[in-house]
């Protein structure tokens, strides 16, 4: 349980000074003694507060919508264009996280496991047939914090088998999720950044390549790539004489990289976070390196299978497990996802329950989906009805809010997260949520007042689109939900005009503090 800071409240009054009356003056009242009583101004009310902030001149063009409800007795507090639609940005987590929570459990593990057509090993070591890394879908593989070892690992097992040479394929499969494993909606200028990782069913190193940007002497420039296991070829057309600025450039689909312009003059180095071009590629030449680091040898070559495609081998008579690497559990996954808005986890974690509900055949609607993100959205639905939510308050297509054309009203957040508190498994979502000033996106943010230590919120953030959605107790301790939603607002522009405006950000932060000094009543 997470404890407020305490805080004290100064509140400003008047103190009267009088001096002592003379018998002369006593019978001539003074006109102080005539005037009326002075008296405290009254405070002004939530209403009156939040509407006087997003009045301001600088959000004239922009939309607000807020909701705010008490948790405690389900009294509505606040309410601007509640029932409108925004675009959530990364708000749009939530959602995700409680259908994973609601159709997979909080301690479910994914595995990825290593396969081998045959199990018979000759006595030079040998063994005839394939290997075939089969992913299910953890967007944790070999992160640091998880399974940085994970091909070691694999590797070793197999080496322990007495196998000093496979004399087949190695078959990296990546056909766990059906359909096209990017988030509909998903923008091509995306889908070369880091925040836009290609998701797979086998990810690895959260999907990212590293690029760094070298001056040699007085020439620029050189250009390394990590992991070389990722295949990305180096086309360099950076060069002195050239005054544009560097850029880098993968085209969608292509494992070529373009670096043309050059460093600035004074500039020795600069790094680069990228996607990566194909993950399961990645994986299985990190599993081939690891292979040869055991002193096995690898006849064949390295195989990649996506979805539509399929492999035979996985279920025929003979194929046995080698080893697995688990994930942390589901909880843990959304922990992670919620705290640091991992758009590749989000997405990947959608179609992880799409796999759960298919199997389930968890979907009420008469035409039944066909890819792992339809079955997850059409489970979602039945979510949202239990809930109590209508279906045109909340309109995703993927997972993680990246997508321009998801839409939600601040009213259905709210409504969701109440919901949300009463399920068994709730807490794990709540503790999930970036703590104001403490940890996750909200790290520097309300690192001081009543909000700190105290709200519990997820962030959004897109292209002129803001959002901060979660829970605050306010200083007469009452439990409050809220959504706080800013959309259409070209940040940068508005700066120009209004050189006073605040960042969207704590705009946001200084409705949420409204909330946090909020001291019950109006």
């Known amino acids: 349980m997470r404890h407020r800071r305490g ?38 009310t939530l209403q009156q507060q939040i509407d006087a902030y997003i009045s301001q001149p600088q959000f004239a063009r922009a939309d607000w919508g807020i909701a705010v409800q008490s948790l405690d007795t389900g009294k ?32 479910t593990r994914i595995a990825t496991t290593l396969y081998a057509t045959s199990t018979r090993v000759g006595r030079n070591g040998t063994l005839r047939g394939d290997l075939i890394l089969y992913g299910r879908g953890d967007p944790s593989l070999g992160l640091p914090d998880t399974s940085p070892d994970w091909a070691d690992r694999l590797a070793t097992a197999l080496a322990q088998r007495g196998v000093k040479r496979v004399e087949g394929n190695l078959i990296a499969d990546a056909t766990y999720f059906t359909g096209m494993p990017v988030g509909a909606g998903w923008e091509a200028d995306d889908l070369q950044t880091w925040y836009g990782a290609l998701p797979s069913a086998l990810d690895v190193a959260g999907n990212l390549i590293h690029v760094d ?24 057309l950076t060069a002195d004489a050239d005054d544009a600025p560097l850029g880098l450039y993968r085209p969608p689909g292509s494992s070529t990289l373009y670096a043309v312009g050059r460093l600035p003059a004074r500039t020795r180095k600069h790094s680069y976070v990228l996607s990566m071009p194909d993950p399961a590629r990645t994986a299985g030449n990190q599993l081939r390196q690891a292979l040869a680091r055991r002193g096995i040898v690898l006849a064949g070559h390295v195989q990649v299978l996506q979805w539509p495609q399929s492999d035979p081998t996985l279920t025929q008579p003979g194929t046995q497990a080698i080893a697995s690497i688990n994930s942390p559990g589901i909880a843990a996954l959304v922990d992670h996802t919620l705290k640091n808005s991992d758009n590749l986890f989000a997405q990947t974690l959608l179609l992880q329950a799409g796999v759960v509900a298919a199997q389930r055949g968890d979907c009420d609607e ?61 807490p794990d979502l709540r503790n999930a949520l970036p703590v104001a000033g403490i940890d996750g996106t909200l790290e520097h943010r309300f690192r001081d007042g009543p909000a700190a230590d105290n709200l519990q919120a997820k962030t959004g953030t897109l292209n002129h689109d803001y959002t901060l959605t979660g829970f605050v107790t306010d200083a007469a301790g009452e439990h409050l939900v809220f959504s706080i939603m800013l959309n259409r607002y070209p940040r940068w522009a508005v700066a120009r005009e209004y050189p006073d405006a605040v960042r969207p950000q704590r705009a946001l932060d200084a409705i949420a503090k409204i909330l946090a000094d909020h001291k019950g009543g109006g």
Request: hydrophobic letters at 45%; a positive charge; one cysteine or more.
């Open 76 to 107: 509505i507090l606040y309410q601007h264009n509640a029932d409108r639609l925004f675009v959530p940005a990364s708000n749009a987590k939530l959602f995700t996280a409680a259908l994973v929570l609601a159709e997979i459990g909080d301690t």
């Open 7 to 44: 805080r004290v409240s100064l509140v400003a009054g008047f103190l009267l000074l009088t001096g002592a009356t003379t018998a002369a003056t006593a019978q001539t009242p003074s006109p102080a003694a005539t005037a009326p009583a002075t008296t405290t101004p009254r405070p002004a």
């Open 366 to 426: 008469a035409r039944k989906p066909d890819t792992s993100a339809g079955w997850a959205l059409c489970a979602l639905h039945g979510l949202l009805a239990r809930a109590g939510i209508p279906p045109s308050a909340v309109r995703l297509s993927e997972g993680s809010g990246l997508a321009r054309r998801d839409l939600i009203t601040p009213n259905a957040f709210v409504q969701w997260l109440t919901w949300v508190n009463t399920q068994p498994w709730g």
């Open 213 to 236: 940007v070298t001056r040699e002497y007085r020439h620029c420039c050189a250009i390394t790539v990590k992991p070389d296991a990722a295949g990305v070829r180096v086309v360099n």
